[in-house]
DNA sequence: CATGAATGAGTTTTCATTCAT
DNA sequence: CATGAATGAAAACTCATTCAT
């Protein structure tokens, strides 16, 4: 009955579990016996792919890092690029609520302990940056509005994420999920846009 | 070597040391141990003004409930009224970050057990209501622009408030705290604006 | 609200909210705390009272002995002294099987620590000397059969006792309390009786 | 100095050290530490064999059925079959007195909690119930007399079982105790007996 | 590679007892 | 005489981790 698979394999199977443990249920479920449950094999045996709880935080960070990369390349267009990005955070928002969780709780940040902070910090960093870019880049082209604050943009934008997956979390939405996203973006844009154009 | 104090005392200090514990070093951390040491007392003395871990839980949240109940009233101006508050709530994330964190991260809402998601929920829709009425009210005195969409601006807003909790946690900010608190809402005001004024 | 009551007082009442916890709720739920609500005190003043749990304990036996000093005296016919004995005992029974559960299980006994099986084996020999002396006089007096083993049946009638009492803790009497007494004394009874009798 | 059981040979160990303790100090020195040190393992480990101490009450409910499951069948004389019974009963009162001592005590009773009573009440009955069959067939079939009250009867044979019992915990046996099984016997047999006979 | 038994350190909680008020 | 806060020790579990098989 016991299926054997590759240290390769299970690491991956308990990182993953791992993230929809803490996703889902919190850091206090996050034990080795129910990570060894939700893989399917015993408590034990969880030690024979990781050293230790640590490394197993540690690769659920490196996981995380992998399912986040998705920041668009390749269009032209930096308020395109924008759009494609701001979309489809709302959309894993909906979808695997659990990875967004993760990010914006405080939950493995604290895991990881002395260094979780850092770790997580960096892998935030990265959607500033990819935001921060695409609005300079939108700026020196003409395509927003001159007066716009950059930095107070990108928290702003950034926080929009986190008001729509805890809005969805709490039942907030007065709309269906797909038409908020929609509306979300709709709003963040005018808000961009030229003044001029709505003169 | 005793220190005799009430329990009406304890309780507030123990709620306070758990909104501290939870909020600078998380959950896993919560623990009765920690508590005591925090307070001054012995671990078993905690069950003496508290029934078990679950009420320090629900005091935790009366605890937050209080600290939030800071919307202003009595102002008449509805934007002047959203201006106080969300500045309130971004200088509370500069000078003690531990109450945000905590409302915006799961760790409680986890931690209270089935209904923790419910409390946690009724508490942040608190802020959403304010929010949605100081818009509305704007909105039917003409002091916004008429095609804002509200839904949209309220999780814009909340989000807001998240971003800058979030983006000061990481260390991201590009500028000092108090100018950033100010900036974000010059952004979030110019958007609210009706478009005429600068045209 | 708080009822002051002189020590003395007190000893009984505890003493006897102590034989209530044992013999219906068990050792278990024989706590300080306990008692203290039963008697409605706080715990921590049942030391005002006794030196230490174990003084309550021995408190109990000798309440216990008290209640259990109703071996008749004064009756001419031993037969007759029996009969009162063994029907007050089985009548004790139904009406407060707590005290009787309490003589024939172990709990107290092992409570009361190392002297516990000597201080209730005294209190039970009570019972079995008041039944030997009733039967060997009568059977001195030729009222019961010649050949009767007078230790068999010291241990049959004290026997009986139990028997019944634990047919009605389980509920397995298939006649009702009171004319189940009648009909065990008369078997008892008809045990004893000289054979002549019946020939 | 670990010695590694298979977790079947360990429940039956745990059980059996339950019943000894149990039976010789008493259900408050019934704890995981005290199974333990008496099992030779360490108090958590208990509990990768049992899921908690209910369940270990549970299994020495189990075994005691199973060490009572002595009711002699396949023999023809029914007063022969309640002779084997009774004999039977008396002797592992000699001999194993803790687990008898069990039975008649309320000490698992108790700790089962609120299903308790009826798991014990179960199993008394399975002798009362073994007693009155025997001596239904014999009334039937004229062994005994005819004027026997057979309810009283079972109470009075299931009781001397227990007045034996304490007895011979209470030092209070004048004979020695195989000796006085067997007058235990003839003292009931002659009680049973057809008075006729005798005449 | 997997299991299943064992462990040590920790967790929450209970409890007898002390003592300042 | 009574309370209410505090304590130390022990209870029942839990959990990461080790290791013989």
């Known amino acids: 009955m016991t299926t054997r698979k590759s240290t390769q394999e299970r690491r991956r199977e308990i990182a993953d579990a791992a993230i929809k443990i803490i996703g889902e249920r919190g850091l206090r479920e996050f034990t080795a016996a129910q ?14 792919h990781f050293k230790d709880m640590n490394e197993i935080k540690l690769a659920v960070l490196d996981r995380l890092q992998e399912l986040l990369e998705t920041a668009p390349r390749g269009i032209e267009d930096p308020l395109k690029r924008l759009e494609n ?10 979808v695997q609520p659990g990875i967004q969780s993760l990010i914006f709780s405080d939950q493995i940040s604290h895991a990881l302990g002395s260094e979780g902070p850092q770790h997580i910090a960096a892998l935030r ?6 935001i921060r870019l695409c609005l ?3 700026a020196e082209k003409g395509l927003i509005r001159e007066d716009l604050d950059i930095e107070a ?8 994420v986190m008001g729509f997956l805890f809005a969805s979390k709490d039942g907030a939405l007065t709309e269906p999920v797909d038409e908020m996203e929609r ?12 003044k001029q154009v709505t003169a």
């Open 153 to 160: 943009a990108v928290l702003l934008i950034t926080g929009m």
């Open 125 to 130: 960093n990265r959607g500033r940056d990819f």
């Open 85 to 94: 990005f701001v979309l489809s955070r709302l959309h894993s928002v909906a």
């Open 136 to 138: 300079r880049e939108a």
């Open 183 to 194: 509306r979300i973006w709709q709003t963040l844009r005018s808000m961009l846009e030229r």
């Open 35 to 48: 990570l060894a449950r939700e893989v399917g094999i015993k408590d034990g045996t969880i030690f024979r």
